[in-house]
Nanobody
Framework: QVQLVESGGGLVQAGDSLRLSCAAS????????MGWFRQAPGKEREFVAS????????WYADSVKGRFTISRDVAVNTVYLQMNSLKPEDTAVYYC???????????????????WGQGTQVTVSS
């Protein structure tokens, strides 16, 4: 059974940093794309960042570009999201996701992901 477990969320002040982790288990995801999405109350889920199977190619939403960094450790089936210079508008539940198929590029469309974590809350106070 595939499981994605996120950790690292919390309550921080504007300008602070957080590092989210997402550990995958149940199968090897070394050739699959991984991504981060977020959903704020009353809003639709939105793409945040994606990394290709080897972590070399990455893609970011304009709202987080230059502040967030996605990375992955293929050896331990884990993807990270380093979030710097956090803003109140970054407040949301953050979800990691993995495709269920091999793909060499980044994936920004949530419909193309097959496995999702339970989410971790990130709250940024002003």
């Amino acid at each position: 059974q595939v499981q994605l477990v996120e950790s690292g969320g919390g309550l921080v002040q504007a300008g602070d940093s957080l590092r989210l982790s997402c550990a995958a288990s149940g199968r090897t995801f070394s050739s699959f794309a991984m991504g981060w999405f977020r959903q704020a109350p009353g809003k639709e889920r939105e793409f945040v960042a994606s990394a290709s199977w080897n972590g070399i190619n990455t893609w970011y939403a304009d709202s987080v570009k230059g502040r967030f960094t996605i990375s992955r450790d293929v050896a331990v089936n884990t993807v990270y999201l380093q979030m710097n210079s956090l803003k109140p508008e970054d407040t949301a539940v953050y979800y990691c996701a993995v495709t269920g198929y091999s793909i060499s590029s980044c994936v920004t469309d949530h419909r193309r992901y097959d496995y999702w974590g339970q989410g971790t809350q990130v709250t940024v106070s002003s």
